[in-house]
Nanobody
Framework: QVQLEESGGGLVQAGGSLRLSCAAS?????MGWFRQAPGKEREFVAH????????YYADSVKGRFTIARDNAKNTVYLQMNRLKPEDTAVYYC??????????????WGQGTQVTVSS
């Protein structure tokens, strides 16, 4: 069983930065960040491999967001720079036993709110 807990959300002005953290307990798997804005479906944001550190990003965040992991702390981060109002959403971290960013994610955190004001 894996438990995930996100933190680091908040209110920031457009152009600002936030760093989200996801602390995991249990086995280490590949990790992903997703987000869901009001009235919209949940969408993929970023993925990082269990080992090796390879990453994959949605086009909408490429070049602005960076996913990283500290395996010693079993924690995954999402550094978000040059934030835009359209980045406003609840952000979720998730873990996957698979290796692909588009695969199934079996475990999910409770989410953290990110609000970007214009």
């Amino acid at each position: 069983q894996v438990q995930l807990e996100e933190s680091g959300g908040g209110l920031v002005q457009a152009g600002g930065s936030l760093r989200l953290s996801c602390a995991a307990s249990g086995r280490r798997y590949a990790m992903g960040w997703f987000r869901q804005a009001p009235g919209k479906e949940r969408e993929f944001v970023a993925h990082i491999a269990r080992i090796g550190g390879s990453t994959y990003y949605a086009d909408s965040v490429k070049g602005r967001f960076t996913i990283a992991r500290d395996n010693a702390k079993n924690t995954v981060y999402l550094q978000m720079n040059r934030l835009k109002p359209e980045d406003t959403a609840v952000y979720y971290c998730a873990s996957s036993r698979g290796s692909s960013w588009y695969g199934e994610y079996e475990y999910w955190g409770q989410g953290t709110q990110v609000t970007v004001s214009s």
